[in-house]
């Protein structure tokens, strides 16, 4: 057998593997019996899908997920105000330049 077929060989199998372990992987998933879920923001305990806000039952959850949306809010306000405000400081200095 020559050198190229060798080569050759052990490519195939190693794809031949590679395919092998991937649809096993696939499987796995698909056996598992864990229905699509998300988790608790705080502290990441399993909790359904619809739950809004996306915090479990516990109250320290609760608050400081507030805590955090709040701040949230107020920093996408900021990231539309000062954009905003450069814009018009901009046009304010092209109107007094003319
Ligand atoms: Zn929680």
Redesign the pocket.
């Known amino acids: 057998m020559s050198r190229k077929d060798t080569i050759l060989r052990a490519a195939q199998r190693t794809a031949k593997e590679a395919r092998e372990a991937a649809s096993r992987k696939s499987k796995r998933r698909e056996n598992s019996g864990i229905l699509p879920h998300r988790h608790?923001?705080?502290?990441?305990?399993p909790?359904t899908l619809e739950s809004m806000p996306p915090?479990?039952?516990?109250e320290?959850?609760?608050d400081s997920?507030k805590k955090k949306d709040k701040s949230r809010k107020r920093l996408t306000i900021m990231m539309y105000f000062f954009p905003a405000f450069a814009i018009l400081l901009l046009i304010m200095n092209i109107l007094q330049q003319s």
């Open positions: 608790c923001s705080i502290c990441w305990k909790i915090v479990c039952s516990n320290e959850c609760e997920w």
